[in-house]
């Protein structure tokens, strides 16, 4: 079993963990019950993550749910292959980031943009529960607070887990503000009402994506 290196109680980041990079943070938030992850990176690393979460002594059959704090293709490229290795989790969406995954749709999220050559594929999947501000998901006697913070990209999700603010890609990991994107939905007024919610709250911790 390898040594959990957890960022906080109950929370790892799949990257520190790994000690390597597979791409954007990849979060595994966890109870003594079940646990979840919030977005999952790239297709051509999931099996390497899910490996990792089985030598950290996680069992596979208790993820409760594949969590996407938005669609873009570089944290959720890889989220069909995941619901395919992990069946029993619920995969989370926001509703209108449920319609971008569901259609495939490659432009909407990132993974076709022809002014700088980038096309990869980018699997439509089923989302099986979509989630607005508000709403709880619950992991044995912690639960995740959904909170609705679009701007950067339409149907952005943050989540709070106690003092923390799994942000999404409302700040980056350097700390500048997430990037804006008229294209796949970015929305300035809306982008500062977010980071105004966040920049007021008396969460202590921001876990950027």
């Not at 319609?99 to 099986?128: C, F, H, V, W």
């Not at 350097?174 to 008229?182: E, K, L, P, S």
């Amino acid at each position: 079993m390898l040594t959990r290196r957890e960022l906080f109680p109950n929370v790892i980041e799949m990257n520190y963990q790994a000690r390597r990079r597979f791409g954007c943070c990849v979060y595994l938030v966890f109870s003594e019950s079940d646990w979840a992850l919030v977005d999952i990176g790239y297709e051509d690393t999931v099996q390497e993550i899910i490996d990792l979460i089985r030598d950290m002594d996680f069992p596979l059959a208790n993820c409760r749910y594949l969590i996407a704090t938005h669609a873009d293709a570089d944290h959720v490229q890889g989220l069909k292959r995941a619901a395919e290795l992990l069946p029993g989790a619920e995969t989370v969406a926001h509703p209108h980031a449920k319609k971008i995954l569901e259609e495939g749709d490659r432009i909407a999220s990132y993974a076709e943009i022809p002014a700088q050559n980038i096309s990869i594929d980018m699997p439509a999947l089923t989302i099986g529960r979509t989630v607005v501000d508000g709403d709880v998901l619950t992991l044995g006697d912690h639960h995740l607070d959904v909170w609705d913070t679009p701007g950067h990209a339409t149907g952005q999700l943050s989540f709070r887990f106690g003092n923390l603010l799994l942000s999404g890609d409302n700040i980056f990991r350097d700390g500048c503000v997430g990037g804006i994107d008229a294209h796949h939905g970015s929305d300035i007024p809306e982008f500062i009402k977010s980071l105004k919610r966040i920049q007021s709250s008396d969460v202590e911790w921001l876990l950027p994506s």
